[in-house]
């Protein structure tokens, strides 16, 4: 096993997005109501066109994959961070905000669930410099081999040069993985999954890390 991390390219993305609907599905809680599972092939290339558009135009923004080389260089893992290190402007800071549109008109769980993205990105982050964890996706085939590691430290190694704060929202599933990458928790939100036709509740945490003085 050798995996590998490299920069996304656009010709990544297809891929990138497969392993997203994956593990958004296999994590359960609020963020399998946030893509369409199994995903029709409308559903597919909505995605990859959002995924393009904000690698091509969002100029903070930074597209990461771990491949495994003993698997015909095969993606296992991706990432998108988000790079600021000065402050910005309320308008700066709109693309990181996610706002309901026509396609969550009637889904009740993703509506809710990016309004609470939203508002603790403005609480924890608002226009300040972050290290921005905005995405962190593996194969749920590929689980548990050091990929989504691999991609927490590339951004946090970074925000340690440049000593400042790395923020994200943390799955269940994802809570020892960054707090191993020395991430503490600041907030968490219960979701009740019965208002959406699930069962049981579901907890998403603020988590923050501190930079590390050399």
Known sequence: MVLELHPCTEADLPEFVRIQVAAFNYGGGMTQFMVEFPPSEAYINKSIDKHIKSMREEKDVTYLKVIDTELDNQMVAGAK?????????????????????????????????????????????????????????????????????????????????????????SSVIGRPLYARCGFTPRHEEIFDLSKYGGEGKDVNTVMIRDPVKA
């Not at 905005?134 to 081999?145: K, N, S, W």
Request: with cysteine; charged share 30%; glycine share 6%.
């Open 81 to 169: 961070w988000r790079i600021n290190q000065k402050d910005r402007t309320e308008e700066e800071i709109q693309s990181m905000l996610p706002v309901p549109g026509l396609d969550e008109a009637d889904k009740q769980a993703a509506t809710d669930f990016m309004w609470y993205l939203n508002r603790v990105r403005r609480d924890y982050m608002g226009t300040k410099p972050f290290y921005f964890l905005h995405m962190l996706v593996a194969d749920p085939a590929h689980h548990r081999r050091g990929a989504g590691g691999k991609l927490v430290r590339w951004g946090a190694e970074q925000a340690d040069v440049a000593q400042l704060p790395c923020f994200l929202e």
